[in-house]
């Protein structure tokens, strides 16, 4: 139900943009993120977009750098990747909720939602 791709290669100081599109539910009054998993480690929180409103949360390891948005007429979420760093290399997974019911500060919690895309592999090199 969640689709993400846009992954890929790219040198370190480029850029990369993932989307995320939704089928079958429509995520427009929920709230869509962006997490990362690297080899050996655990799956950590990347951005996250309140769908209605446009609220947005971003991990600090991030800010400045990636900018998440959504088209809810196209049932999508992106995520522009900016200044890409060997450090971004990941695995990275979309995730969504369609009530409304993760508050702000919650945002970061991947147990907070309740769909999964496959992930797209996006590796940057040194």
């Known amino acids: 139900q969640l689709q993400a791709s846009g992954g890929g290669l790219v040198q370190a100081g480029g850029s990369l943009r993932l989307a995320c599109t939704a089928s079958?539910?429509?995520?427009?009054?929920?709230?869509m993120g962006w997490f990362r998993q690297a080899p050996g480690k655990e799956r950590e929180f990347v951005s996250a977009i309140r769908m209605r409103s446009g609220t947005t949360s971003y991990a600090d390891s991030v800010k400045g750098r990636f900018t998440i948005s959504r088209d809810n007429a196209k049932n999508t979420l992106y995520l522009q990747m900016n200044s890409l760093k060997p450090e971004d290399t990941a695995v990275y997974y979309c995730a969504g909720e369609t009530g409304g019911r993760i508050i702000l500060s919650n945002m970061w919690n991947p147990s907070a939602y309740d769909y999964w895309g496959q992930g797209t592999q996006v590796t940057v090199s040194s």
């Open positions: 079958g539910r429509t995520f427009s009054s929920g709230t």
